[in-house]
């Protein structure tokens, strides 16, 4: 069997052409995108890889679910897509015998339009680091400037709100540390929420 080489540009946007409201397509990264209205309002899509002989890699022919709206219907195709192009780009650093450019790997994965949290899991899960390595070199990687700092900032703010209605909360150097909830403590509905249900209405 003959192996496809395929040339993947990751550094073009999605650019959807044609009708919105009817029938439309974006070509990307060698893939062409699909999305076409259909009677009661449901949407078809598919994803062609026009690198390989323009092979269907999927369709909305596959599944029970029905697509209502132009808009979720080229959601849903751009995220195929870029599954698509993560796991192909995945399998093919597997079987190079050479060793893998973490650094290129972390861009190209940005570039897809993978998030920092599965491009950190995706490190952890097929390259074999640990969480917290794989953490550090996709906080400390040029294309993802200034996510530790709004990682910190976060993890900050979402302390300082838990620790208003905390059981404990240590402070260190004046900031809020660590807070930790007794959930067995009291018999009211109120009393026995989850962490997250007695603070998640402050972040909205």
């Known amino acids: 069997m003959n192996t496809v080489e395929k040339n993947r540009d990751f550094n073009q946007p999605i650019l959807w052409n044609g009708d919105l409201k009817d029938d439309c397509t974006a070509k990307w990264a060698g893939l062409m995108l699909r999305a076409e209205w259909m009677d009661e309002d449901y949407w078809w899509w598919c994803v062609y890889d026009m690198l390989d002989n323009d092979n269907q890699i999927d369709s909305s022919n596959e599944y029970d679910e029905r697509i209502i709206g132009g808009e979720k219907a080229r959601e849903k195709v751009e995220e195929i897509a870029r599954n698509y192009l993560k796991n192909e780009l995945i399998t093919k650093l597997k079987k190079t015998d050479e060793q893998v450019d973490v650094d ?53 703010a979402f302390l300082n709100v838990g620790a208003e209605d905390a059981d404990e909360v240590e402070i260190v150097d004046g900031r809020v540390a660590s807070i930790a909830f007794d959930l067995t403590k009291g018999t009211t509905e109120k009393e026995k929420q989850t962490f997250w249900k007695r603070i998640k209405s402050k972040f909205k």
């Open 104 to 156: 290129k790997l972390i861009v190209d994965l940005k570039r897809i339009g993978i998030s920092s949290a599965y491009s950190i899991m995706t490190l952890v899960k097929d390259f074999g680091f640990d969480y917290k390595e794989a953490k550090n070199k996709v906080f400390d990687s040029p294309i993802w400037k200034g996510l530790r700092e709004q990682s910190e900032m976060l993890t900050q």
